[in-house]
């Protein structure tokens, strides 16, 4: 069955201290803490001109052998270190592409750092500033939810004609499992492209971890219906659904961008606003950071935030000049700090995810 056949259905599914000095310097992670951004010892304050002067310092000694990956949700005072700027599609495709950098820095979250590392060479080291840049999207689904899943879809014969999508934001493990059966990664940049390969390799799809970035592209994109997207939830038998039923896992809901003029990924939104003629105005619904360096870039047009009760993404920015600075003065001074690595056996499966989210046509 072909993608836009109705009838094939989304499956949708350091310096040494006390311990809470090495949490805030992310040397561990707390489920309860909603920032990590303070840094005890000599490091200043983030508007401090002198930490800006140490970050330019570091970088210049470290020359080549460093690569700062900043996504476009990262603070100011972050995004001007970075060598490249992009949405994680972007940054991962840059991460494989720079061969020659000892250290990759990544101003990002966790399971970029993941990707980052699956993705380029063994003698590469991917470094984290702060290890408590989690994202919650990626904690959606658990690989062992995920097995669980799976084991259902085997019980019903119908897991031969299911291939799995997984969106960038998921755990290595669950990139892993798309990998091991056959599936691709995909962002917000290129999901039509990755549903539509799907469709083409199986009869359903299983998307994770996260429902609405999966129902907008099939529906809006592909042709398939809201009916044949359905939300598999893992805390019910059988998903909450009946075995004749199809299962479903896939940014806004599909409301929000029923009713918005143009919808697409942190790349289209920032093309878009760059080819807007003068004076035009626009709303934007996105992280405020990106928002608010868009407008900035743009003064002769009116950029403002689509919902001000709208909040900056708190994870990504536990990344922030102090964490960034210890970095990168610890990679002169040749103690790389907060490595992000991922199991040779996880990796090779991951990888294969990955490499056919590059190779999509």
């Not at 494989?96 to 101003?107: G, L, M, Q, S």
């Not at 897991?159 to 962002?187: E, L, Q, W």
């Not at 003065?329 to 995810?353: C, F, H, M, W, Y």
């Amino acid at each position: 069955m072909t993608s836009t056949d109705p009838g094939s259905p989304a499956v949708f599914a350091e310096p040494t201290g006390t311990p809470l000095a090495l949490l805030l310097l992310g040397q561990a992670a707390d489920p309860r803490s909603e920032r990590g951004v303070e840094c005890p010892g000599d490091l200043p304050a983030p508007s401090d001109p002198d930490l800006v002067a140490r970050a330019l310092a570091a970088k210049e000694k470290l020359g080549d052998r460093v690569f700062i990956l900043g996504h476009h949700y990262q603070r100011d005072e972050v995004v001007q270190f970075a060598d490249v700027t992009g949405d994680s599609f972007k940054l991962a495709r840059d991460a494989a592409n720079r061969p020659d950098a000892e250290y990759i820095v990544f101003c990002g979250v966790h399971f970029m750092a993941e990707s980052a590392d699956i993705l380029t060479a063994d003698n590469q080291q991917v470094l984290l500033p702060d290890l408590a840049a989690g994202c919650s999207m990626a904690d959606m689904a658990t690989a062992e939810q995920v097995e669980q899943t799976w084991d259902v879809l085997e019980d019903l014969g119908i897991a031969s004609r299911v291939i799995p999508v997984s969106y960038m934001n998921s755990s290595a493990d669950i990139k892993a499992f798309t990998g091991k059966h056959g599936g691709t990664i995909c962002t917000s940049s290129n999901a039509e492209r990755a549903l539509t390969w799907a469709f083409e390799q199986g009869e359903q799809v299983l998307f994770l971890p996260d429902q609405h970035l999966g129902r907008n592209t099939a529906v809006r994109q592909l042709g398939l219906s809201l009916d044949d997207c359905l939300l598999y939830n893992p805390y019910k038998p059988m998903g909450g659904l009946t075995a004749d039923q199809l299962l479903v896992h896939p940014e806004c809901r599909y409301d929000v961008v029923e009713n918005a003029d143009f919808v697409g990924s942190t790349e289209y939104i920032i093309k878009t606003l760059e080819a807007a003629e003068p004076g035009s105005k626009w709303a934007v619904g996105t992280e405020l950071n990106l928002v608010r360096r868009v407008a900035n870039a743009h003064p002769d047009k009116q950029i403002v935030f689509l919902d001000k009760s709208v909040c900056y993404c708190s994870t990504m920015n536990r990344i922030d000049l102090p964490h960034l600075v210890w970095t990168l003065e610890s990679l002169v001074a040749g103690k790389p700090v907060n490595r992000i690595t991922v199991a040779p056996d996880t990796a090779a499966l991951a990888q294969a995810a990955l490499e056919q989210m590059l190779a999509l046509p």
